[in-house]
C-alpha cells in the first residue's frame, strides 16, 4: 500500500510541470502562426503588385499594337486610293504626248477654210471633233490641261523656258505657250513649257554692261 501512495504522489507531482509544457508549447504555436500570416500577407501584397504592373505593362502593348493596326489600316487605304488614281499615270503622259502631235496638226490650218477642198474640210472637221472629245474624255477622268496663257508664272505647274523682253505686261507673265502641261487629280503630270514676260529696260542694261565689260 505505501508504495502504491507513493507513486500515484510522484504522479501527481509531475502533472502540472507537463500541463504548463503543454501551454508554453501553444503558445509558442500561436506566435509561430502569427509569424506565418504575417509572412503570407507580405507574399500576397508583392504578388498583387506584380500582377496589377503586369497587367498595365500588357495593356500598354495592346493599346500600342491596336495604334499601329489603326495606322497600318489607315496607311493602307491611302495607297490603294493612291494606287486607282495615279496607277496609269505613265499611260497618260504617253497619251497627252499624241495629243500633242494632233493639237500641232491642227495649229496649222488656215482660218480661212474657203479655198480647201471639201475633202480636206471634212477631214478638218473630223479632226477637230476627235481633239475636243479626247479633252472631254481627259475631264471626265480628272485629266486637266494646263494652258497658263497670261497668267502668273507658277513654278508648281509651268516651266519656264524663256524669257520674252516686253513692256505690254508686267514682268513674270506667261505671254507665250510651248507646250500644254497636264494634271492628274492633285498630281502634275507634266508642266506646261512656257515663256515669261520681262521688261525690256532690263534687258538694255544687261546688254550696256556686257559692252562695257
Known amino acids: 500500500m505505501s508504495k502504491k501512495k507513493d507513486k500515484s504522489k510522484v504522479d501527481n507531482e509531475m ?3 507537463d500541463e504548463t509544457t503543454d501551454e508554453n508549447n501553444k503558445i509558442i504555436d500561436d ?3 502569427e509569424h506565418d500570416d504575417s509572412q503570407t500577407d507580405v507574399t500576397t501584397n508583392e504578388i498583387n503588385v506584380k500582377l496589377e504592373q503586369q497587367v498595365l505593362e500588357l495593356k500598354d502593348q495592346l493599346m500600342r499594337t491596336l ?3 489603326e495606322n497600318l489600316r489607315k496607311r493602307t487605304l491611302k495607297e490603294i486610293e493612291q494606287a486607282k488614281k495615279y496607277s496609269h499615270i505613265t499611260f497618260v503622259r504617253d497619251l497627252v504626248s499624241s495629243v500633242d502631235n494632233l ?3 491642227l495649229k496649222y490650218i488656215p482660218d480661212d477654210k474657203s479655198k480647201l477642198s ?5 477631214l478638218i472637221i473630223g479632226l477637230e ?3 475636243k472629245e479626247i479633252i472631254n474624255n481627259f475631264e471626265k477622268h480628272n485629266l486637266k490641261q494646263i494652258d497658263p496663257m497670261g497668267e502668273k ?3 508648281n505647274f509651268h516651266q519656264a523656258m524663256f524669257e520674252v523682253a516686253t513692256n505690254d505686261t508686267e ?4 505671254v507665250e505657250v510651248s507646250q500644254k502641261g497636264y494634271l492628274l487629280h492633285e498630281r502634275l503630270v507634266r508642266p506646261a513649257m512656257v515663256g515669261i514676260s520681262k521688261k525690256i529696260e532690263n534687258v538694255k542694261v544687261h546688254v550696256k554692261k556686257e559692252d562695257e565689260n
Do not use: L
Open 15 to 17: 502533472n502540472p510541470v
Open 31 to 33: 506566435d509561430t502562426i
Open 67 to 69: 495604334a499601329d493596326s
Open 103 to 105: 493639237q500641232r496638226a
Open 118 to 122: 471639201e475633202p480636206i474640210k471634212n
Open 129 to 131: 471633233i476627235v481633239e
Open 153 to 155: 508664272f507658277d513654278y
Open 171 to 174: 514682268p513674270g507673265i506667261v
